[in-house]
């Protein structure tokens, strides 16, 4: 199953067919948008034309039931031809027009008449809209929301390849810390021995050696413990490989992974605490640039 982001787009406009053999609804185009970017829940608006209103519900489920997450605007209008924008008007139309205009500037006179672009521009508000036309939209409302998936799967695969390149970076600085807190405990121990053996001096070096010998193994034991940070990758190579299970797995995974970024930041925060070097430091704050970049491209996956 693709991974999908909650970042996308896609639009269309369809010509609807007469519906029962009336042409009211021809060469009327009709358009649909569809934008969306990342949020916690699925959050849907409209924005539609006046004709468009009733179709609302519809629309709703139907975009309720192909996506999760993400704030989605939805964006739909009608555009009638030009020669049927400046048709005619009949002669009732006038006529009923007129009448109100004229009940209008009897009670107030001071009210100018209409012009022709305002009888025009009422009587197109006021239209019957085309028949077919719920029909119309739902169907292209299908069309764009396929386009809408397809924009976002390949969204998804473009943040999901970034995440395993991320991941192998990871994996690398942890195997990078891995052979460094031997080396560490081994170094420290030399140190201890050689305090020690300054502190006792040459005349009692032959009576104590055994006892420096024995104090510095406990302090580099010690030193061992506090350093310790077998635990930490450990479960660093936990949450990489669950990382790329769900990845794999594709589907809803967004939430799932923002939980996993948390927890690769802990380890890598107690990794650095527990730094006795300049290279552990280091390797810690690389792991940590690459975290929150990864922080930042899952909050974009559903």
């Given at each position: 199953?693709?991974?999908?982001?909650?970042?996308?787009?896609?639009?269309?406009?369809?010509?609807?067919?007469?519906?029962?053999?009336?042409?009211?609804?021809?060469?009327?185009?009709?358009?649909?948008?569809?934008?969306?970017?990342?949020?916690?829940?699925?959050?849907?608006?409209?924005r539609l034309s006046d004709e468009l209103r009733p179709s609302e519900p519809a629309l709703r489920e139907l975009i309720g039931a192909r996506l999760k997450r993400g704030k989605v605007e939805i964006r739909g209008w009608l555009e009638g031809r030009s020669d049927q924008?400046?048709?005619p008007p009949s002669h009732g139309e006038l006529q009923k027009l007129a009448g109100l205009q004229d009940h209008i500037r009897a009670w107030l006179p001071q009210a100018r008449e209409l012009s022709v672009a305002e009888v025009l521009g009422t009587l197109s508000r006021?239209?019957?809209?085309?028949?077919?036309?719920?029909?119309?939209?739902?169907?292209?409302?299908?069309?764009?929301?396929?386009?809408?998936?397809?924009?976002?799967?390949?969204?998804?695969?473009?943040?999901?390849?970034?995440?395993?390149?991320?991941?192998?970076?990871?994996?690398?600085?942890?195997?990078?810390?891995?052979?460094?807190?031997?080396?560490?405990?081994?170094?420290?121990?030399?140190?201890?021995?050689?305090?020690?053996?300054?502190?006792?001096?040459?005349?009692?070096?032959?009576?104590?050696?055994?006892?420096?010998?024995?104090?510095?193994?406990?302090?580099?034991?010690?030193?061992?413990?506090?350093?310790?940070?077998?635990?930490?990758?450990?479960?660093?190579?936990?949450?990489?490989?669950?990382?790329?299970?769900?990845?794999?797995?594709?589907?809803?995974?967004?939430?799932?992974?923002?939980?996993?970024?948390?927890?690769?930041?802990?380890?890598?925060?107690?990794?650095?605490?527990?730094?006795?070097?300049?290279?552990?430091?280091?390797?810690?704050?690389?792991?940590?640039?690459?975290?929150?970049?990864?922080?930042?491209?899952?909050?974009?996956?559903?």
């Open positions: 199953m693709p991974v999908y982001s909650m970042t996308g787009y896609a639009t269309g406009q369809s010509q609807p067919e007469p519906v029962g053999g009336s042409a009211a609804a021809a060469g009327v185009p009709l358009g649909l948008e569809i934008r969306s970017v990342n949020s916690r829940f699925l959050d849907l608006s409209f924008a400046l048709r006021h239209a019957t809209p085309p028949s077919g036309l719920a029909e119309t939209l739902v169907e292209l409302a299908r069309q764009v929301l396929d386009d809408f998936t397809a924009s976002r799967e390949r969204e998804g695969a473009r943040l999901a390849a970034m995440l395993l390149d991320r991941v192998a970076q990871l994996r690398g600085l942890a195997q990078q810390a891995q052979p460094l807190v031997p080396q560490l405990v081994a170094l420290q121990r030399q140190r201890f021995l050689e305090r020690w053996n300054e502190a006792l001096g040459s005349a009692q070096a032959d009576a104590s050696s055994q006892a420096a010998q024995d104090r510095a193994l406990a302090e580099a034991t010690a030193f061992a413990i506090r350093i310790d940070v077998a635990e930490e990758l450990t479960r660093l190579q936990s949450h990489l490989e669950e990382i790329e299970r769900l990845l794999g797995k594709g589907g809803e995974v967004g939430k799932r992974l923002d939980f996993l970024i948390q927890e690769l930041h802990r380890e890598a925060n107690t990794l650095g605490s527990k730094s006795s070097s300049l290279e552990l430091t280091r390797i810690s704050v690389d792991m940590k640039v690459l975290i929150e970049q990864m922080r930042e491209q899952v909050q974009n996956l559903e």
